[in-house]
């Protein structure tokens, strides 16, 4: 890990911080390499039947990190920047997650590499439905659940749901989370990441003896988890100055009205333009002045090039990975409180095993006792890493992950290795 290496992808940065973990734990160098390795990988071609009758093909994957705590867990990501390392990095970041805020589950990742937007809501069911014939072999609700991630949402979860569904024969909910409501989703679960993003950012504030109340955030991303975020901050009195989303980003001194701000993209697609605040360069983002920044987009954002220019007191990360190693390294040196995303955006996962239990038990919790258990599991995962944190010297994203890690290989151990 060195300050210079901005851009070397998310699984370079992930293994590094295994590798890190396991220095620490001391684990056999045999299982070091097991939990580098993905269990189970899957690249498929996804045929598309255009609108017009041409046809276009995409690239897609399903990795499956570990299975020792349980089955794998994970989104499906829709996105021209998907490839096997992303996805790869992003199903191990899934496993060390679902540890560390004790479920049992292991971690997985999918993804096509599409752009959402460029297509037909009929051509997106038609994607949808392909991949997942494609990957029925190796999903099923005790083996590999997927869940909405970048460029996905409640419907493509529904089409999973329903393909899976024809082809085993019989309603099979659990196969999915993030499901809409009236198919058996769980209340609460749409905004769960967010909802976790902005209780964690408001005990780091409380650790930071920063009041929320006048505080100042920003937040890159306007979509499932950086909306949400923006607007449980707001609610809780904090000024949510600029957010940016893939076309631009806003800004205003005395904070943005989120629910307008809501309002336009819903209307325009995007934050940009906005009347109620000035436009910004959405780069300048992660470099502004506030006391919280809540990256909430996508990956590698803060590099080694302009982490010296962070001002930000806080760091939680909303999306996975959004900060290199490299980032990491130079942000060490400093005073800025960095929540690791397997931390502060582990709301989503919960709130989806929650649902993955609504759906075994068919039985529905209510939305009190979704955020009730929500906000205790995170609260103990909380503390459960500031606490190591303290007695090992480490930076969160350090505790959090040897923490995970040595869940997952105490799991490993007492399973044994077969045969
Ligand atoms: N949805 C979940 O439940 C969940 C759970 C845990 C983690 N995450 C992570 O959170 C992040 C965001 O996921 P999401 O579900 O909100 O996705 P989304 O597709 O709903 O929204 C993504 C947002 O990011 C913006 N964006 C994309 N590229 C950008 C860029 N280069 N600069 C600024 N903005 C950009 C998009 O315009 C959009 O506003 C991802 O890293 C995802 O893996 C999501």
Known sequence: MTPTDTNHGPLVDAKAQLAEAVAHLGCEAGVHR????????????????????????YEGFRVQHNFSRGPAKGGLRFSTAVDLDEVRALAMWMTWKCALVNLPYGGAKGGVAIEPRDHSQ????????????????????????????????????????????????????????????????????????SRGVAHIALMAMSLRGIDPEGATAAIQGFGKVGR??????????????????????????????????????????????????????PASLVTLDVDVLVPAAVEGVITAANADRVRASIIVEGANGPTTAGA??????TDVLIVPDILANAGGVIVSYFEWAQANQAYQWTERQV????????????????????????????????????RVIEAHELRGLYP
């Open 228 to 281: 949400g975020a923006a607007r449980f901050l707001a609610d809780a009195g904090v000024r949510v100055q600029a957010i940016s989303d893939v076309d631009g980003a806003v800004w205003s001194d005395e904070g943005l009205d989120v629910q307008r701000l809501g309002a336009h993209a819903d209307e325009t697609g995007s934050v940009a333009d906005f009347d109620g605040a000035e436009q910004i360069d």
């Open 34 to 57: 097991m939990l580098a390795t993905s269990r189970r990988e899957m690249a498929v071609s996804v045929p598309l039947r255009r609108d017009d009758g041409s046809t276009a093909v």
């Open 371 to 406: 955020k009730d258990r929500l906000e205790e599991r995170l609260t103990r995962a909380w503390h459960d890493v500031v606490e190591y944190s303290g007695v090992h010297h480490m930076s969160y994203r350090q505790a959090a992950t040897a923490l995970a890690v040595r």
């Open 122 to 193: 009929a051509e997106l069911e038609r994607v949808t439905r392909r991949y997942t014939s494609e990957i029925l072999p190796i999903i099923g609700p005790e083996i590999d659940i997927p869940a909405p991630d970048v460029g996905t949402d409640e419907q493509t979860m529904a089409w999973i749901m329903d393909t899976y569904s024809a082809s085993v024969g019989h309603t099979v909910p659990g196969v999915v989370t993030g499901k809409p409501i009236s198919l058996g989703g769980s209340l609460g679960r749409a905004t769960a990441t």
């Open 328 to 333: 990491d390294a130079i942000l060490a040196e």
